[in-house]
């Protein structure tokens, strides 16, 4: 992989860690899901969507389901990002209140990049949740 690929990609993903971002603060998810491959697919650590989630229509299911768990939004606050070859990792922090109470919560979202758009997400949750 060549310099010039690399940063491509990471370009790429760091415009879908932004759309991203914008739709946990605002439940707006348009413009991530305009990124997305028609091969997308997305893996969740816990709950209804555990395991290996196929398709876009999928993936707008589970980002309205999580709007409508933080439906005062998310803010995150990126730590680290680390690239290899077509994925690239963001380590985060978002906090805001889950079904009324105080979240907190320690990330990495990944996302691989296809082209101009994301073949995949993969998030990997530190704590599910927890109070001040």
Wanted: with cysteine; proline share 2%; glycine share 8%.
């Amino acid at each position: 992989m060549t310099a010039d690929s690399q940063d491509r990609i990471l370009v790429i993903a760091e415009q879908a860690f932004v759309s991203w971002k914008k739709g946990l603060a605002t439940r707006d998810w348009q413009d991530f899901i305009a990124m997305l491959s028609d091969d997308f697919y997305f893996t969740f650590p816990v709950g209804q969507y555990q395991g290996i989630n196929r398709g876009k229509e999928t993936a707008i299911t589970f980002f309205n389901f999580v709007s409508q768990i933080y439906p005062d939004g998310l803010t995150i606050e990126l730590i680290n990002t680390i690239a290899g070859g077509s994925t690239v990792v963001f380590e985060l922090l978002s906090q805001g209140t889950m079904y009324g109470n105080f979240y907190k919560n320690r990330a990495a979202v990944c996302f691989e990049i296809k082209g101009k758009l994301i073949s995949s997400y993969r998030e990997y949750l530190a704590v599910f949740y927890r109070n001040p």
